[in-house]
Structure formats: C-alpha cells, structure tokens
C-alpha cells in the first residue's frame, strides 16, 4: 500500500509543523533563496527533500526522523565536553548524551502531537529499529 503524500497526511503535517517552529527559535541565520533562515529549520528542509527525493514513498516516521535529526541542536552545547573524562570512553559517553538529549527533545516535540509515531521515533533513534528499506519493521507496516 502506498501511503498519501504528505500534504495530505493531517498528523505528519502537525509533527512537522511543531518541529519547524522549533528550529525557526536556532539564532544561527544561513542565506537561503536571496533571504535568510534560521540554519537548523533551513537543514531540516533540505534533509526532508532529499529523503523524498531518494524514496518517494517514505513513511511519516522516516520523514519525521529526517526533518527532526538536529532539532533544536544549537542548545548541545549546554552538554560541555570539559565534563566528561578525557578519554575515549568519555567521549563515547559524552556523544552518547548528546545523542540521547536530541532524541528525548525529538519526541518531546513528537508526542505533543500525537503517540502513534513516538515509540517507532524513540527506537530508530536509540538505535533499536532501522528504517532501511527491506529490513524487517521498515516500511508502513507499523
């Protein structure tokens, strides 16, 4: 079955909604299309586009995986490598938290809108599911 364009599915519009208005608050502004945008919003788009443009049909959650990968990431900072030992195991741990911060502010953001997508975006992004084509759980079948 192939799912509708994103334009018509109501839930992955107000995911996507609420992610862009999250990424439109980054202060860091790169020159788009003669004007300028906020860069983490500006990113996001161009990710988005480029997975649809790899596969058409992509489900909603790769789509929300995509347009959220660095949501509201200029605050990673507060997350000071200086904290951590200075070793290999301390970096490890130090990007592991980076990566944790970003995937509870993702679906922070994601159950805001709806739950139907939160448990599949917190496993893809603790590395528990893929979202590759062909492997078992990827696709719609959710």
Known sequence: MT???P?????????IALIDEVNAQD???VPVDGG????????SRWLTEWVQRLDPKASDELLILARGKSIES??????????????TPGLRQWEMDRKKWLANRLLTVVKVCTASY??????????QR??????RGAGYDW
């Open 3 to 5: 799912p509708d364009p």
């Open 7 to 15: 334009a018509q599915r109501p839930q992955l519009e107000k995911v």
């Open 27 to 29: 202060p860091t502004k």
């Open 36 to 43: 300028s945008a906020p860069y983490r919003l500006a990113y």
């Open 74 to 87: 200029w605050q990673l900072s507060q997350i000071k490598r200086d904290d951590y030992a200075p070793n």
């Open 118 to 127: 939160a448990s599949c975006v917190l496993q893809v992004m603790a590395g």
């Open 130 to 135: 893929s979202m590759m084509a062909g492997e």
